[in-house]
């Protein structure tokens, strides 16, 4: 595989990571933070946004999924993918840790 199949597995697993707290509040109907509320990441975002935010980082994982040719026969890949997962499960655990408290 080529250098960059490797960014897209680690990509890939932090957009679809970010798809589970959109999803869920979304599907909810709670207002959650996105890259479209005031201010960005901070502010809350309807759930109908909140849903189509997480649609959209499903489609573009799915697609770095692809890319990345990630199989459980490639150990690397799926390695990284997981990084990818646990890197944004974190960064999201910090960033939005004050919602709970609003």
Do not use: E
């Not at 589970?20 to 109908?48: C, E, M």
Request: with cysteine; net charge positive.
């Amino acid at each position: 595989m080529k250098w960059y199949n490797y960014i897209a597995c680690f990509f890939a697993g932090f957009f679809l990571a970010n798809v589970v707290p959109h999803y869920v509040n979304g599907i909810s109907g709670d207002y959650f933070p996105t890259p479209f509320a005031n201010p960005p990441g901070k502010g809350l975002s309807s759930p109908t946004v909140n849903v189509l935010w997480a649609l959209l980082n499903l489609v573009i994982g799915y697609l770095l999924f692809r890319v990345g040719k990630i199989s459980r026969t490639n150990k690397l890949a799926l390695l990284i993918f997981f990084i990818g997962i646990v890197a944004c499960s974190i960064l999201l655990s910090i960033a939005f840790v004050d919602k709970v408290h609003q």
